[in-house]
């Protein structure tokens, strides 16, 4: 019985699946006084986020997860260095973002801000409009 339970697809067009995630301005509902939710889209895209601005090392228990992105903005600015960035973050996101289907990582230097510019495209699963997200990458020292 448990078997044929287990093999049953739903038949609606969006998954019963909701991503959460909880805001990290901590702001709360008046209502309720609970921490505010963030849900679908929004909840991926902080994770996205959140990935680009974790380390080697950082998360406890998991220090697979992360990059060298920081340690890399104290290189020079070489288009060699632009491809290794947008390169770095296509395969984070691919390696420890499930939920999302990477489109394009698009990196550009930016010389007078010392960092670099970065356009992430993707789609968010069951979800059908693409996802863009811009960010500035640039070195805290």
Do not use: W
């Amino acid at each position: 019985m448990s078997r044929y339970d287990a093999t049953q697809t739903n038949e609606s067009k969006r998954s019963s699946r909701i991503y959460k995630d909880l805001n990290l301005g901590f702001q709360y509902n008046t209502a309720t006084k609970d921490i505010l939710k963030i849900t679908d889209v929004e909840a991926v895209k902080r994770s996205v986020r959140n990935l680009i601005n974790t380390n080697h090392y950082e998360k406890p228990f998991h220090p697979e997860i992360g990059s060298n992105l920081r340690g890399m903005l104290f290189e020079l600015m070489t288009p060699q260095m632009n491809h290794i960035i947008s390169k770095q973050i296509k395969n984070l996101i691919e390696n420890y973002e499930p939920r999302c289907r990477l489109v394009s990582v698009t990196t550009r230097p930016m010389f007078d801000e010392n960092g670099y510019s970065a356009s992430i495209s993707f789609y968010v699963v069951n979800h059908p409009e693409p996802i863009s997200i811009e960010t500035f990458l640039q070195r805290i020292r």
